[in-house]
């Protein structure tokens, strides 16, 4: 295909210059698919950065919509979930772990292992198996603390409350 120069007549038969007509046209559909490729990010892509993140012991904190994923200078990295407060570590000392996610094009289940409640400087997490609870060092808790404030201003709690799929063994009653 041979290239239009800028200052020949458009292709599209407008009478206009290509510069002035269908060459503007062409950034917007790039940033188009740029952003349709932004809402391509699957939760596992993004829990495998943060995994490296974990693994290069950099800190990092970041959100996409209602999960969280922070990494620390330790080599750990935790994803969280706002709606419900749940999460689960993905990385531990600088190694990957296997992240207990089931993803698909319609659903993503996980298997949580916490919940956590946020302090100005710490998160506190409670095993789900054994009701321990612990303190996170280092954790980034002034940023998730505004990013869930962040959140709750932009939806409303009923569309919070449909992030989640009612359990199998829940019974709902009419």
Known sequence: MAKIGRNEKCPCQSGK??????????????SQQTQQQE???????AVKKIQQEAINKSVVFHE???????????????????TECDCVQVAKGGKALDAPIDENSETI?????????????HIELTDYADKTVRLLENSPGRELNAAMKRIRNKFSEEQLKKVHLPHPEESTTT
């Open 39 to 45: 809402l391509m990010i699957t939760l596992m892509s």
């Open 17 to 30: 210059k290509f510069k002035q007509c269908c060459a503007l046209k062409e950034p917007r559909l790039q």
């Open 64 to 82: 996409l919509g209602v999960f969280f994923f922070f990494s620390t200078a330790q080599g750990d990295a935790w994803l969280m979930e706002m």
């Open 109 to 121: 289940e996980i298997n949580w292992s916490h919940t956590f409640t946020v302090g100005d400087n």
